[in-house]
């Protein structure tokens, strides 16, 4: 059973449209992330979601619009895709937040590709 | 601000050597430091995670160690494997915000 799993694994789109990256955990956390990460391989974190609420919301665009309808699940949706979107986009959760259980779990990952 | 610093983008490393990565902060007081692995296409796996007031954690080949003087972390593989070769990325965490490191390329070279 995958523990974090996320759909689309591969998305490509043409500027200026809407696109949705759902994500799912089967482990029982608390806390959901979404990360993107560049072509320089930054790893950077973008939103967090404890129970449902938000707890980060890094400096990013308000095109970005996170969604949790419930613990399990974290939805990324985009609005008015730019070139420099295009990256890959990881979904995470850990047990809890700040503290020793705040292990994170990754997806798969989501490549996004907007020509 | 606050900053992160693996040693190099790659290393490369002959098997069955000790491979060392370092992981440098600054303007930063993490309560626990984390190494992930990440191989390409596949997203980060956590290894192991060190405590503020630990020195130095072990987990069959892998040792971490952790400085707070220094503001550094060293993470060492023993008797190193080319299965080894992944990117390696250190993650700082204190509350609720974690940040990480870019990562650093290891090459086992048979």
């Known amino acids: 059973d995958t523990a974090v799993s996320q759909t689309p694994k591969y998305l490509v789109t043409q500027m200026g449209n809407d696109k949705s990256i759902k994500c799912e955990q089967n482990?029982?956390?608390?806390?959901m992330y979404w990360y993107k990460q560049d072509s320089k391989k930054f790893l950077k974190i973008m939103f967090s979601y404890n129970n449902k609420e938000l707890i980060i919301n890094e400096t990013v665009p308000n095109r970005f619009s996170p969604k949790s309808p419930d613990k399990a699940h974290l939805n990324l949706h985009i609005n008015s895709l730019e070139l420099g979107d295009s990256a890959v986009y990881f979904c995470a959760s850990s047990q809890d937040i700040g503290g020793s259980t705040d292990t994170q779990y990754f997806g798969p990952g989501t490549r996004l590709t907007v020509l | 601000s606050q900053k992160i610093e693996q040693n190099s983008e790659a290393l490369n490393i002959q098997e069955g050597k000790t491979a060392t990565l370092t992981c440098n902060y600054t303007n930063y007081s993490p309560a626990y430091l984390q190494w992930y692995r990440q191989d390409p296409g596949r997203g980060p796996v956590f290894l192991l995670l060190i405590r503020e007031n630990e020195k130095e954690k072990r987990k069959e080949r892998l040792k971490v160690t952790f400085d707070t003087t220094l503001k550094q972390s060293l993470f060492h593989i023993t008797a190193s494997q080319p299965a080894d070769s992944a990117t390696y990325l250190c993650a700082l965490v204190r509350d609720d915000k974690i940040i990480f490191g870019k990562g650093t390329r290891l090459h086992i070279l048979p």
């Open positions: 482990l029982g956390h608390d806390t």
